[in-house]
């Protein structure tokens, strides 16, 4: 798995998990964490695409 595909996804994960306190607390900031989660799913997806199209 390419560098930058391991840390989008590590991004996301962490996007999600934020997302969840941020909601579980009563704000609507965590909107905003879905929001990056999923840019950096997209993100993942594109860079494992990205390596398996140029091997």
Same mark, same amino acid.
């Given at each position: *798995?390419p %560098? =930058? +595909? @391991?840390?989008? @996804? #590590?991004v996301? +994960? =962490?996007?999600v998990? /934020? +997302? #969840? &306190?941020? $909601? &579980?607390? !009563?704000? $609507?900031? !965590?909107? #905003?964490? &879905? @929001? =990056?989660? !999923? =840019?950096s799913?997209? *993100? /993942?997806?594109?860079?494992?695409? %990205?390596?398996?199209? !140029?091997?």
């Amino acid at each position: *798995m390419p %560098r =930058l +595909a @391991l840390y989008a @996804l #590590v991004v996301c +994960a =962490l996007a999600v998990a /934020a +997302a #969840v &306190v941020s $909601f &579980v607390q !009563g704000s $609507f900031l !965590g909107i #905003v964490w &879905v @929001l =990056l989660a !999923g =840019l950096s799913s997209n *993100m /993942a997806w594109y860079y494992i695409r %990205r390596a398996k199209a !140029g091997a």
